[in-house]
C-alpha cells in the first residue's frame, strides 16, 4: 500500500458506514435533498458505485436502514416482552403497550443514531413508494409478532380485520410523534418527554380497547 493511501475497508464496515452516513443526511437534510455522491462522500467513500453494489438501489437502502434499527429494537423487544409475560395471562393491552413504547424510547435515550432514525422515519413509514411501503409493512420481526399475538388475545372483542387496522394506525400515529418530537427536542429525557409518552401509551390503549361501531 503507497504511503498515505487509506487501508481498504471490509464490505460489512463499508456497508455500516453507508447507512450511518445515510441516517445522519437524510435526518438533517430529508430523504429526497440528499444526493448519492453526497452520502458516498460522508460514507468516506470514493466511488458511487458502492451504493448500488451493497444496496441495488435508494429503495434497498432505506430498507436497510429500517431493517438495522427494527432488528436492534426486536431484541430488547423480546427482552422486555419475556419479562412482561412471565407467569400471566391474559396481559393488560396496556402493558402490552409499553414494552412497545418503552423500548424505542430506551433505544432514543441510549443512541444518538437511533435518534436521527427517529427523525428520518416520518419519510420512511409515509413515503409515497406503494413497493417500499409493502416492503415495510411485511418485515414483521420475532417481537414485533408476539406482541401482536398477545394484544389480539386481550381484545377477544375485536375482529382481526379491526384489530390489524387499528394497530397500523397505532403504529403510524405513534412514529410521526416521535418523528417530530425528535425533530424539535433535543433528546427524549425530562417531564415532557415523560408526558409525551403517557399521552402516546393512553392513546394506543384506548385504540386498541375501544368496542367496535362499524361493520368490516
Not at 424510547?105 to 413508494?129: H, M, S, W
Not at 409525551?196 to 362499524?214: K, V
Amino acid at each position: 500500500m503507497s504511503a498515505g493511501a487509506r487501508p481498504a475497508r471490509a464490505p460489512a464496515a463499508t456497508r455500516d458506514a453507508i447507512l450511518d452516513a445515510a441516517e445522519r443526511l437524510f435526518a438533517r437534510a430529508g430523504i429526497a435533498a440528499v444526493s448519492n455522491r453526497a452520502l458516498i462522500r460522508e460514507a468516506g467513500q470514493r466511488n458511487e458505485s458502492a451504493l448500488q453494489y451493497h444496496f441495488g438501489s435508494r429503495d434497498g437502502l432505506l430498507l436497510a436502514l429500517h431493517d438495522r434499527r427494527m432488528r436492534q429494537l426486536d431484541a430488547r423487544r423480546r427482552a422486555r416482552l419475556d419479562a412482561v409475560t412471565a407467569g400471566q395471562a391474559p396481559i393488560a393491552v396496556r402493558d402490552l403497550a409499553r414494552v412497545q413504547l418503552d423500548t424505542i424510547l430506551e433505544l432514543a435515550r441510549e443512541d444518538p443514531g437511533f435518534v436521527d432514525y427517529l427523525k428520518l422515519l416520518g419519510e420512511l413509514v409515509f413515503v409515497p413508494n406503494a413497493e417500499l411501503e409493502r416492503a415495510i409493512e411485511r418485515f414483521e420481526v420475532t417481537g414485533t409478532a408476539a406482541v401482536r399475538r398477545r394484544v389480539q388475545a386481550s381484545v377477544p372483542h375485536l375482529k382481526p380485520a379491526t384489530l390489524a387496522r387499528r394497530l397500523d394506525l397505532g403504529r403510524r400515529f405513534i412514529l410521526m410523534s416521535l418523528s417530530r418530537w425528535a425533530r424539535q427536542h433535543d433528546g427524549f429525557a425530562g417531564r415532557a418527554a415523560d408526558r409525551l409518552a403517557g399521552d402516546l401509551l393512553d392513546m394506543i390503549t384506548a385504540m386498541l380497547t375501544a368496542p367496535e361501531t362499524g361493520g368490516d
